[in-house]
């Protein structure tokens, strides 16, 4: 199917007639009738009924037009996309982030967009993947990091990194930290299970994860707070009122500054998927391709120096649409 198929089959939709088509479009009236058919004959489908006064769209037909407008709205634009000098004019992107990657990358990325990217501005609003998922599907960010990538069929979706959740405690719970700020030993939640803990809530996918691999050893958690805000649950754990799960991006500041502490989880060990996630019926802008690629570059530049406890994957996967359980 070509652009100029769509705009012939628009224009003899609008006129009702093939001859005035033909004329508006400056080709011959045989030529016009032969588009249209080859047309109909690629999409199975009639889109006109033939009279004597001209031609009207059938119901199918209908349909068709109004997605041939957008496909060709959608080509326009992006032909004058690509073609925008680099001196455009300011453009905003707003992006989902989870709140443990926007705690680890958030103003990171604000901050070297201003440095790197001077006519865009990066929008960036944070919260739980089901949102971002949500505000993905009704067009309203250009992108966004998700930790679930199950029944996103309609999305387009690629696999960046994988991260280990710790178990996370108050300042100096665990022994002496190493790289990454977390304790060399292990703990098991089999052989040794945790006391209370402040978890968020089961609609929550990192609540939901640690319970089913908990369920898968045998374990009853002891949930003593179920709390949804990340910074509330670090409070608690920081002030000694229980333990928690998180991923080392929700906790990386607070144990360089000390204020908590964190061990390795063995059996089960926890691993947590990062996904970047687009809505593919949304024009992609130069400025949001941008803005991907530096935060893609930045979390990337984490785990290769060590800031973030996370092993890069994204090469492994950049299929659209289909997505790797994590």
Do not use: K
């Amino acid at each position: 199917m070509e652009a100029h198929q769509l705009r012939c089959f628009l224009a003899t939709a609008e006129l009702g007639s093939v001859t005035r088509a033909a004329a508006r479009l400056e080709m011959a009236q045989p030529t016009l009738s032969q588009i249209l058919l080859r047309l109909e004959d690629e999409l199975g489908i009639r889109l006109f009924e033939r009279t004597a006064r001209g031609v009207l769209l059938t119901d199918p037909g209908r349909i068709f037009r109004e997605h041939a407008r957008i496909i060709l709205c959608d080509m326009d634009r992006a032909r004058a996309e690509v073609r925008q000098r680099d001196a455009a004019s300011p453009a905003a992107v707003p992006i989902g982030l989870p709140s443990s990657v926007s705690l680890l990358a958030g103003a990171r990325l604000v901050i070297a967009a201003r440095e790197r990217l001077p006519n865009v501005s990066v929008r960036l609003d944070e919260a739980f993947s089901g949102h971002i998922r949500a505000w993905l599907e009704e067009g309203r960010i250009e992108f966004g990091i998700l930790h679930h990538a199950d029944a996103l069929q309609h999305l387009s979706v690629r696999r960046l990194a994988v991260e280990e959740c710790c178990l996370v405690g108050p300042a100096g719970r665990f022994g002496p930290a190493g790289r990454h700020g977390i304790a060399e030993a292990p703990v098991s939640l089999v052989a040794s299970p945790p006391g209370p803990l402040i978890m968020p809530t089961r609609a929550h996918g990192l609540r939901r994860l640690v319970e089913q691999e908990a369920a898968a050893q045998g374990i009853a958690l002891d949930v003593a707070i179920e709390i949804d805000s990340l910074n509330h649950i670090r409070t608690l754990v920081a002030g000694g009122h229980g333990l928690t799960v998180l991923s080392h991006s929700a906790v990386q500041e607070d144990l360089v500054a000390g204020r908590l502490s964190a061990a390795p989880l063995g059996r089960p060990a926890i691993r947590r998927p990062i996904y970047l996630a687009r809505n593919p019926t949304r024009a992609v802008t130069r400025a949001s391709v941008r803005v991907e690629d530096l935060l893609v570059s930045l979390l990337r530049g984490m785990v290769e120096d060590g800031t973030w406890r996370a092993e890069w994957v994204a090469d492994e996967l950049a299929a659209d649409g289909q997505a790797t359980p994590g």
